[in-house]
């Protein structure tokens, strides 16, 4: 298909297929917290003191909230785009190790 | 007239700069080996102006605003935000090319291309990371291009096929005497935040290479609809790669470096395109 005057040739992507998309997964709020808190270094030494007083700015679902409280990270990496949950848990004070094999026990799930 | 000079591409990871010195010594010497050469290889090309194709790392957008691409039209731009590049790149602000960016800005909404523009973005370790390694003194004026390729969905194989295309045309014609290169910056496979976190498919990268080595653009862009399921969240920015090879206008390329390294969590590729002649539209 040609557009216009362009010499550019646009394809239509036949072999794109359209599948059901994971937006709806994403927690907005969760998302935005970690977000926030990624932008606000000053807000660290507090959010690893208390969580509670941070993320009751926030319009969390209860499961989400308890899953930030517990650091399920089974429950987390459904809601949250993946590279922003790996910052979220450095800023947390979780050594790369450690999220590697708290992410590596989840591979089974993941993979079945 | 300007003239596409070169189109490259170059993997990045975060480690590459945060962990360097913890890296095994084999691993440092190919990295420095592998970005020497890419940066013999765009100082031989004497690009005025660098297009930059890179993701944007949650620096510029969140998901309130989330664009599929942005150019970059600002006659300036910041540098890396990143504590762990800060210190070992030493450019705060990097210049734009606004006449350059905006001109391929309204070539893309003349050809049926909606992108966003920002004025002034920050350049976050997916620009900077191989201008690092690299060392190019001076820097040539950056002209960011931003692809999404960070969260679903994400623009089409096709699409980045057409937005390289698209470049192409916008350099060849823009009236001022520039000498423009292409970098594409991200890839090949590797998995961030994800359960597969940290692994590398070897077999995937290579048929990814063959693929842009050899195939029309439809069949690359099935062959890469199909390979990417496996590539890990991180192998979505092939993307770039593919807005770089259209850009030299689907005529193969020399993936001149590849290892496969776990240890920066990046299947790590380098390649540089075959280009049109000068005088072709670079369609």
Request: charged content about 20%.
């Amino acid at each position: 298909m040609k557009l216009g005057s362009a010499s550019v040739t646009h394809m239509n992507d036949t072999t794109a297929t359209i599948e059901p998309d994971n937006v709806a997964l994403v927690d907005y709020w969760l998302s935005r917290m970690m977000f926030d808190l990624s932008r606000n270094p000053a807000e660290i030494a507090a959010w690893r003191q208390d969580r509670r007083p941070i993320l009751d700015r926030y319009k969390l679902r209860p499961e989400i909230r308890a899953a930030v409280l517990a650091d399920d990270i089974a429950v987390l990496v459904r809601h949250v785009n993946a590279y922003l949950l790996r910052f979220y848990f450095g800023l947390c004070g979780m050594s790369e190790p450690e999220l590697l094999a708290r992410l590596h026990a989840l591979k089974e799930h993941h993979h079945g | 007239m300007a003239e596409l000079v070169g189109a490259f591409a170059a993997s990045h990871g975060p480690l590459i700069a945060r962990d360097w010195e913890k890296l095994p010594a084999a691993t440092r010497d190919w990295l420095t080996d592998s970005f020497d050469e890419l940066g013999r290889r765009v100082k031989a090309a004497r690009p005025d102006v660098l297009v930059i194709v890179a993701p944007d790392h949650w620096t510029n957008f969140f998901i309130e605003n989330l664009p599929a691409a942005c150019i970059g039209i600002g006659a300036e731009h910041d540098g890396p935000p990143e504590p762990f590049l800060k210190p070992r790149f030493p450019h705060r602000t990097l210049a734009g090319h606004g006449g350059l960016a905006r001109h391929l800005l309204r070539t893309a909404l003349a050809s049926g291309f909606d992108p966003a523009l920002s004025h002034h973005l920050v350049l976050d370790h997916g620009f900077c990371l191989p201008l690092w390694r690299m060392a190019l003194d001076p820097l040539p004026a950056i002209v960011p291009f931003i692809l999404n390729s960070l969260e679903d969905p994400m623009p089409t194989m096709a699409r980045c096929l057409d937005w390289g295309h698209l470049i192409g045309k916008a350099v060849a014609s823009y009236p001022e005497n520039l000498r423009v290169a292409v970098l594409a910056s991200g890839g090949l496979s590797h998995s961030i935040g994800e359960p597969t976190m940290g692994d590398v498919d070897e077999a995937l990268d290579r048929a990814c290479l063959d693929a842009m080595a050899v195939a029309p653009d439809d069949e690359l862009a099935a062959s890469l609809n199909r390979l990417l399921h496996g590539a890990g969240n991180g192998g979505h920015e092939i993307r770039n790669w593919l807005v770089a090879h259209g850009a030299a206008g689907s005529r193969g390329f020399d993936p001149f470096a590849y290892a496969a390294l776990p240890e920066i969590f990046v299947g790590c590729g380098f390649a540089e395109w075959k280009r049109a002649p000068a005088a072709s539209s670079g369609a």
